[in-house]
T-cell receptor, first 117, second 113 residues
């Protein structure tokens, strides 16, 4: 069965600290997609990144970076020099081809990140 | 601006009442989805639709119904059969295909009186 585990329920850091959010997934598929979403207090999920299972290159976007390692089935997310605006719940998700044409997202339970000023 | 809108932002349901949550998108996406989020949990799929006039049950469809008469619209009805409807409901849309990114609306919070 496909599953996404975010073992860190809550993380609290002080502004300017670096923080890594862990994501471990399980799947039998050889082709799959991994996503990170941010959910600020307003509630809307904001898309951050999508990676496919054939691309293990790390990605950097400003203060955000992602480390994808198939050997450990992990897709971790690092925020460098955290800011108060980074405070949110972050979800990792795995895409399953459900019904052949549409992706069904399997979500982790989320990590609440609190950045203190 | 292109996006997904959901209304109302807050909705109150009385015992035995059916209520309908609205979801509209102008992104020209074929696929639309409804998720339920409970406190401290991830999102769970209620229903999804790949094309107009077609929809399938997700993991927790019992007590819910949907329709897809227009490409832009995918309303969700929470029926009286749903015994624990209090939750945050999120609508999403995407192009068809397993690799496509789902984009989410702002959500509707449903509370039971």
């Amino acid at each position: 069965a496909q599953k996404v585990t975010q073992a860190q329920t809550e993380i609290s850091v002080v502004e300017k600290e670096d923080v890594t959010l862990d994501c471990v997934y399980e799947t039998r598929d050889t082709t799959y997609y991994l996503f990170w979403y941010k959910q600020p207090p307003s509630g809307e999920l904001v898309f951050l990144i999508r990676r496919n299972s054939f691309d293990e290159q790390n990605e950097i976007s400003g203060r955000y970076s992602w480390n994808f390692q198939k050997s450990t089935s992990s897709f971790n997310f690092t925020i460098t020099a955290s800011q108060v605006v980074d405070s949110a719940v972050y979800f990792c998700a795995l895409s399953e081809a459900y019904g052949g044409a549409t992706n069904k997202l399997i979500f982790g339970t989320g990590t609440l990140l609190a950045v203190q000023p | 601006d292109g996006g997904i809108t959901q209304s109302p932002k807050y909705l109150f349901r009385k015992e035995g009442q059916n209520v309908t949550l609205s979801c509209e998108q102008n992104l020209n996406h074929d696929a639309m989805y409804w998720y339920r989020q409970d406190p401290g949990q991830g999102l769970r799929l209620i229903y999804y639709s790949q094309i107009v006039n077609d929809f399938q049950k997700g993991d927790i469809a019992e007590g819910y119904s949907v329709s897809r008469e227009k490409k832009e619209s995918f309303p969700l009805t929470v029926t009286s059969a749903q015994k624990n409807p209090t939750a945050f409901y999120l609508c999403a849309s995407s192009h068809q295909g397993a690799r496509e990114t789902q984009y989410f609306g702002p959500g509707t919070r449903l509370l039971v009186l």
